[in-house]
């Protein structure tokens, strides 16, 4: 990939999508078919996101008492390359601002949606020059908020991540190998990752060279 | 949506007229009134023959949800597709034109191409021996043997010209065999051997009239999937010639549109009054000919079939979207080789 340069010759830095740190974390091979092969498959569980985000993802601002809902907002950190859309930025009357990250699916606390979110935060921060360690995913199966904590583990792994989908993004044009665990399962990509065939590697090479081998018991009914 | 093996809506009535309203398609026959809609969820492509009128908007709206629109002549021959937006798998395309320039990989694909559909040739002759007469049953046996010996010299050959004569040589064995599994009460004219550009008889017709379908569900399998269909590894490159659908065909032509010919007449579904013969010798399916292979074709798409590799049943018309996919997983250099479907 060409890596455009600035004026002082100074190369810039691949923008990373904050949404492909939420599926790098859950599955490295799942960010890199999206990435890489542009292949994004729908499902039950996604057209439910999409169907739930259709309610925040109208830009604009609506007030709720003290607080301005802010939705479907451009955020970006020139200093981390991120860049993406926040569902909802809550800003409070006492200055807080607070990302929420709407997600169609039950809570995992850890899980790669706060990575997500923490990512919305940190973006934020840089936007309103004023720190954000606090940020909430609404979870649509139990409809509630739930507190993310923007800690310093956190704010790791988030840059961690960034720079792993950055190397995939701009040098590294190989697809991770598949995880083929209990993800793949509810994973809407797994026609198209095929982790079965890829992790069965021995099976596969030996089906390659059975096809020049006729067995003819097998065809000739006695 | 694609990956749902669901209705394709196939029209061939002259003079149709096709429009969106809402979510739905409505079909205006010429003549015939009455108002005809179908819901547009439940149709994964629309493939129109001939004289057919299609609303920009519902072009559009295809486009959109990547719903393929294929425009095939009145007669059957492949025109052109809409797939929507073009798949950016640059990447993809990109490993594509390596392998292809790579003499090895490339030989390599091909001889795999060919050996599969050698074998699902043999398959198609050892099983319908199974069931005929002794006279007939040698000679399809005769003929597989003859396909078991190209596969062996198969695994040998060292050049795609070697693998193309091979191809050609066990293409020609086979299609000398399969008048023997046709039925013998029948009130045909008899079939010979393949022959096309026209056909001159009715094997050959709804032969070349199946291919046509085969094509069209090959060729979307690999737009689909993010893959050039122009640059084959097997045939040639040649401006406006798809030759990886070409190539992809290979495979399942015999198990996917031989045999379904051959059941379409042994079954009597397809008989003599089907076809029309042109003076100068040309045959061609009737109007309703082609509605009866088409109605049987859209069933057959639906009956599954072992898939050994993948590990499960998969629908006929899936198949190709599957070796699609094996393939661009061997060129982006994920599998060691591209394995084809082969029939048990």
Redesign the interface.
Known sequence: MTVASRQGGEAEQAQVPLSALEHYTYCPRQCGLIL????F??DAATVRGTLLHQRVDTPGNRGRGTVRTLHALPVWHDGHGLTGICDTVELHADGTVLPVEHKSGRYHPGGPADVQVAAQAMCLEYMFKQPVTTAAIYSGTDRRRHIVTVNEALRTRVLDATNAVRNLLSHN???PPPVADSRCRRCSMA??C?P???AG?H???Q??HD??L?D?TQ???E | ?T?ELLNTLYVQTQGTDLRLEQDTLRIHLPDTPGRRTLPLRRLDGIVVYGHINLSTELITRCAQDKRPVTWMSRGGRYLARLDGAA???V??RHAQHQRHDDTGARLGIAR?LV??KI?NS??IL?RAA?DAAPARREHA?KA?EDL?AA??K??AAESIDVVMGIEGQAARNYFAALPHILSTATDLPPFTHRNRRPPTDPVNAALSFTYGLLRSLVHGALEQ??LDPYLGFLHGLRPGKPALALDLMEEFRPVLADRFVLTQFNRRQLRASHFDHLSGGAVSLTEDGRKELIGAWQEWKTQTWEH????REVPAGLLPVVQA??LA?HL??????Y??W?AS
């Open positions: 890489l092969e542009d292949s498959a729908d044009h190989t697809l026609t198209d095929m079965k065939l890829l590697t099976r596969y090479q089906a390659l096809l020049y006729l003819d065809d000739i009914d | 949506m990956t798949r950016s798998n990447l993809l795999n050996a599969g074998r043999r398959w050892l199974r046996r597989a078991a596969i062996d198969l695994s999937v993010g050994p590799i993948a590990g996919r094996i997983r982006r250099g994920e599998l060691p080789g394995l084809p082969t």
